[in-house]
């Protein structure tokens, strides 16, 4: 199977703008972001969607949702964010590597499209 460009990423193959790394996960900018500041927070090890997670992934799952909020509070989203999870077709998801996005920066509407 063709490595993502996620895999591409965790595997220096490609640059992108780190904001946080620890030996289970990588946070970066997303290259087109959809808010002041919009980054992205993924496991290494290559799990294609939350769809596919199981129950031996519950303790990384964790740690990425607050790896999510302390990069937040770094970032200066005092004022709170939105973290997204994509999934599959329907939900919107491009790359087949479980990612969380965090969006904040700027007061975010509801229902999203
Ligand atoms: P999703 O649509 O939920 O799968 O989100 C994929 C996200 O990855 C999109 O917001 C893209 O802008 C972002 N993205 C794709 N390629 C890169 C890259 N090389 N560096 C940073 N973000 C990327």
Redesign the pocket.
Known sequence: MAKT?FKK?IDGE?P?NVVYEDDRCLA?????PQAPIHF?VIPRTEIPSLASASDSDRELLGHLLLVAHNVAKEQGLSDGYRTVI?IGEDG????PHL?I?VLGGRRLSWPPG
């Open positions: 460009v990423i490609i992108a970066f900018l997303d290259v087109n992205l994509n919107g998801q491009t790359v990612h996005h």
